[in-house]
């Protein structure tokens, strides 16, 4: 009996510890914005072909590869740093792989594209977003034309959603109270089997 209410004991105050450090953490932890933009790709001068049947599967093929192009722009450094400069912003680059994972962009079919991203303040957030925008669709425009000098895909941002993101303290006692309480169990277990094989050699 006296070992399970020290085994009880030592779960409290795990689970206390856990809830100081989760309320504290999300006391420290600095707001952050997050930011999503959605990208259409539009083909709008078709090349003439023979095979007219298959016309409207040639252009998915080719939005889709176009799609990937744009995708692989969020990989490449240089084009992340003319956003910023073209932003105005400081991008603050302390290694390249961490540069690039600022922005995350999914292409979830052939014609859509979403781009996610978080900044430490509304106004970085909405400066980022509009710069993304211009210098993807104009880059875009640029880079799809056919020898008559005409775009073969229009690309179109829409209007960024921009939300808040903040541990709340209360949220953060939470969290650490359940990782106290996990914690408390894994030791106790850990403790109840030490002092069993203990018995057993003994």
Request: glycine share 6%.
């Given at each position: 009996?006296?070992?399970?209410?020290?085994?009880?004991?030592?779960?409290?105050?795990?689970?206390?510890?856990?809830?100081v450090?989760?309320?504290?953490?999300?006391t420290?932890t600095?707001?952050?914005?997050?930011?999503s933009?959605?990208?259409t790709?539009?083909q709008?001068?078709?090349q003439?072909?023979?095979a007219?049947?298959?016309?409207?599967?040639?252009?998915?093929?080719?939005?889709d590869?176009?799609?990937e192009?744009?995708?692989s722009?969020?990989?490449t450094?240089?084009?992340l740093?003319?956003?910023?400069?073209?932003?105005?912003?400081?991008?603050?680059?302390?290694?390249?792989?961490s540069?690039?994972?600022?922005?995350?962009?999914?292409?979830?079919?052939?014609?859509?594209l979403?781009?996610?991203?978080?900044?430490?303040?509304?106004?970085?957030?909405e400066?980022?977003?509009?710069?993304?925008?211009?210098?993807?669709e104009?880059?875009?425009?640029?880079?799809?034309?056919?020898?008559?000098l005409?775009?073969?895909?229009?690309v179109?941002?829409?209007?960024p959603v921009?939300?808040?993101?903040?541990?709340?303290?209360?949220?953060?006692?939470?969290y650490?109270?359940?990782?106290?309480i996990?914690?408390?169990?894994?030791?106790?277990?850990?403790?109840?089997?030490?002092?069993?094989?203990?018995?057993?050699?003994?």
């Amino acid at each position: 009996m006296r070992q399970f209410v020290r085994y009880i004991k030592w779960g409290v105050i795990l689970a206390l510890i856990g809830a100081v450090t989760g309320g504290l953490i999300a006391t420290c932890t600095p707001v952050k914005y997050e930011s999503s933009l959605s990208f259409t790709v539009n083909q709008i001068n078709k090349q003439a072909t023979t095979a007219y049947q298959y016309d409207g599967y040639y252009a998915i093929q080719a939005s889709d590869l176009f799609s990937e192009t744009i995708v692989s722009w969020f990989q490449t450094p240089s084009f992340l740093l003319e956003v910023y400069n073209r932003a105005g912003l400081d991008p603050k680059i302390n290694s390249i792989d961490s540069f690039t994972a600022r922005f995350k962009m999914k292409k979830y079919s052939a014609q859509n594209l979403v781009l996610e991203f978080t900044a430490p303040d509304r106004e970085q957030a909405e400066k980022l977003s509009e710069a993304i925008i211009t210098h993807v669709e104009e880059r875009s425009g640029a880079l799809n034309q056919n020898a008559d000098l005409k775009a073969l895909f229009e690309v179109k941002g829409s209007t960024p959603v921009i939300v808040k993101k903040q541990t709340t303290t209360v949220m953060g006692i939470l969290y650490g109270l359940v990782g106290g309480i996990a914690a408390g169990i894994f030791v106790i277990a850990l403790f109840s089997a030490f002092r069993k094989l203990e018995t057993e050699n003994s």
